[in-house]
């Protein structure tokens, strides 16, 4: 359990936010081209990594819009938070 | 068995005031090969290596454990056994695990306290009541032992539920699968690490993998806090952390690792004779044989490998708990811990081999992995003797993911995850 800070409304509790997963996975641009193996990839396969993680986050018992977000899985530490497009800040 | 456990040693032991009992395994330094080595001692582990000894007469094995065995998710569990999947693998993997456990503690000569209880699997809705009758059909043609309770069944079997049609999510009836229970979580670790030693395998305990050393497309050993360790084949068996020794090799898994909590009570006198599993409200009880009420939360919706877990997911469970149990109002929560499962987009595990040889994965078992502990073990030790999966986790390998042959357990398995 932990505070987020939303980069639109500031800091709420966490229970107020939805977590969507590991953050620039890119959305193939050809999908009729991807083989099974790219699928896959880009579907199921995840980092899932110990440590400092990009991830994005859902204010959805807010203001619901999407953002990234820097954080260390290992201890819940949040780094940076920053908005969808922007490139993630140097930790 | 170097010291066999029976009424004539515990007898023996009483005498000396129980001071001279034989420790139950080694403490052993590394050697410098193995035939296998398998990561990760928890029950999975442990109960492979087992296996491996026992079945497929491989003896110069090493379970290398980054803390103590059991320390992990073995440890973490609410300890509940049943084996009613929907589909037609998952229903053979699990009743396969369930058959073992019904011998275990005669063939590990250790008392694993496996206690068919049975266990209650209630239906709040409509839905529910379709899904789970539907469940009771699927688990009956898999020979596997299922029957359907209406509300006042229910109520007769588990008296202490609130069965008023008044309530938020009233009770619309349940399944009831009696093979099913629980069992020593502590004790399997314990019973299978010694059955192990005693056939000769090394449990390197406080030794944590530090990467895989591999030429090309084989595997040639490990880098550990205790130096390197050769070997040709290596079962990765570690649970919530399986993504970091996967990563070391390059692999990714379609795994996230997220905590999930469990709470005790104070110990109280037997109430609750059975287990009570509730999807809708999630929420499920049983009781210790300590006393204490036993009482499994959701996991949190993100990743972290955190050991504790978030305190709205623990309030939403006992709030269900409170509807659904009245007589619990006043009970006091003693304990509360979080352990890190690994879960796959499908909610079923994998046992596999890997495209590299040598190398292969027991893994994404989430939120439901000690049941499966003697079937997972048996299972994967054939699959490393081998080099080839057994025919009951054939369907349960990485490239399901590619292929599209997913075994869906997410909405049929008994709690949502």
């Known amino acids: 359990m932990f505070l987020i800070n939303c980069p639109y409304c500031g800091e709420r509790d966490q229970s107020e936010f939805s977590a969507g997963g590991e953050a620039h996975i890119v959305r193939p641009k050809q999908p009729t081209e991807l083989s099974d193996d790219q699928w896959a990839e880009f579907l199921f396969m995840r980092k899932n990594i110990k440590g400092v993680q990009l991830e994005r986050w859902n204010h959805s018992h807010g203001c619901r819009k999407w953002f990234n977000m820097v954080r260390d899985t290992s201890n819940d530490k949040i780094h940076a938070v920053y908005k969808m497009g922007e490139k993630p800040p140097i930790k | ?417």
């Open chain 2, 1 to 417: 068995m170097k010291n066999k456990y029976s009424i004539f040693s515990l007898i023996k032991n009483a005498l000396s005031y129980h001071e001279n009992w034989q420790r139950a395994w080694r403490d052993p330094e590394p050697k410098k090969e193995y035939d296998v080595i398998i990561i990760g001692g928890g029950g999975h582990g442990l109960a492979t290596a087992f296996y491996l000894a026992k079945k497929h007469y491989i003896k110069n094995i090493a379970v290398v454990e980054k803390g103590w065995i059991g320390g992990g998710n073995t440890g973490r569990n609410t300890t509940i056994i049943r084996s009613n999947y929907l589909w037609d693998a998952s229903a053979g993997l699990y009743d396969h695990a369930l058959k073992i456990w019904e011998g275990l503690s005669q063939e590990l000569n250790y008392n694993v306290m496996f206690s068919q209880r049975g266990v209650m699997n209630l239906a709040h809705n409509l839905q529910d009541v379709r899904d789970l009758k539907r469940r009771t059909h699927a688990n009956r043609l898999n020979d596997i032992d299922a029957v359907w309770l209406n509300t006042e069944e229910v109520k007769k079997f588990c008296p202490i539920i609130n069965t008023s049609p008044n309530i938020r999510y009233p009770v619309l009836g349940g399944t009831l699968q009696r093979r099913a229970g629980t069992a020593r979580h502590d004790a399997v670790a314990w019973g299978y690490a010694r059955g192990a030693d005693a056939m000769g395998v090394d449990i390197i305990q406080n030794c944590e993998v530090k990467g895989i050393k591999r030429n090309g497309d084989t595997v040639e050993g490990i880098e550990t806090s205790k130096g390197f360790i050769k070997t040709k084949k290596i079962g990765v068996v570690a649970a919530g952390h399986s993504s970091v020794i996967a990563n070391m090799v390059d692999i990714k898994l379609p795994l996230e690792s997220k905590p999930l909590q469990a709470l005790v009570s104070e110990p109280v006198k037997p109430i609750i004779d059975t287990v009570v599993m509730s999807n809708a409200v999630h929420a499920y009880v049983s009781q210790s044989d300590k006393g204490e009420l036993v009482i499994g939360a959701g996991t949190d919706a993100y990743v972290s490998y955190t050991q504790r877990g978030s305190h709205d997911v623990v309030e939403g469970t006992l709030k269900a708990i409170l509807e659904l149990y009245p007589i619990f109002s006043r009970m006091k929560m003693l304990r509360q811990w979080g352990g890190i499962v690994d879960i796959c987009p499908d909610a079923s595990p994998i046992i596999s081999k890997t495209h590299i040889k040598g190398l292969y994965f027991n893994c994404g078992w989430g939120t439901g992995g000690f049941k499966a502990t003697p079937g997972s073990g048996d299972l994967f030790a054939h699959t490393i003797a081998n080099d080839e999966p057994h025919k009951l986790n054939a369907d349960f390998n990485i490239n399901r993911f590619v292929s599209g042959d997913l075994v869906d357990e997410h909405g049929a398995a008994a709690v949502a995850h």
